[in-house]
């Protein structure tokens, strides 16, 4: 049995569940709503103010299946209440990030500025040199993270770039004179 799969998730205060026809799950919660079409072999179900999640049969894709159904619901229900978030570091002399209406412009030592545009639900703001990306969909949130970060990636010399602010970037020794 799937130990992540069989876990029953809490739903709080002031958040709806909705189940249509197919497993379309809709989630609405104070920051928002979310809705998403999973496997229509899961059995899902809420009562008790839980949500459970249960397999048909014990195929290999029904298993691999059962832990994921599950986490998805769970990363929608904690997105509508809490929301998400992402923190990067712009690292570098000369290297800036500034934010003018739902564009965010990075300066990244190129010949030209970088110019790249909020997508819907996902939201970043600058301050100093972090830049800070929040949404209520993980998906939405970590893939622009991984955009603006894949923009410049940290290199392990002098550690420029931009990185995320818990990433830990192993440096290297540079080149030695001759002796």
């Known amino acids: 049995m799937s130990r992540i799969g069989r876990m029953p998730i809490a739903v709080p205060a002031g958040t709806t569940v909705e189940i249509a026809e197919k497993n379309k799950v ?3 919660g104070p920051k928002g709503e979310l809705s998403r079409q999973l ?3 899961m059995e899902v ?4 103010g ?3 999640v249960a ?7 029904m298993r691999s299946m ?3 159904t599950r986490t998805l619901i769970n990363n929608m229900v904690v997105g509508v209440n809490d929301g998400y978030e992402k923190k990067l570091e ?4 000369g290297y800036r990030a500034a934010k003018a209406g739902n564009v965010l412009t990075l300066s990244l030592g190129y010949s030209h500025p970088i110019e790249m545009t909020d997508p819907d639900g996902v939201e970043s703001a600058v301050e100093g040199n972090i830049i800070t990306v929040k949404g209520i969909d993980k998906e939405k949130v970590g893939q622009y993270a991984a955009e603006i970060r894949e923009k410049r990636k940290p290199e392990p010399y002098k550690g420029k770039g931009i990185k995320y602010s818990d990433e830990v970037i192993r440096r ?4 030695s004179g001759k002796k």
């Open 26 to 28: 809709t989630i609405k």
């Open 90 to 93: 712009v690292n570098g002399v």
């Open 45 to 48: 179900s809420v009562a008790d």
């Open 55 to 61: 397999r048909p049969n014990d195929l290999k894709r």
């Open 50 to 52: 839980q949500i459970t």
């Open 66 to 68: 059962h832990g994921l």
């Open 39 to 41: 496997v229509p072999e």
């Open 172 to 175: 290297k020794v540079g080149k």
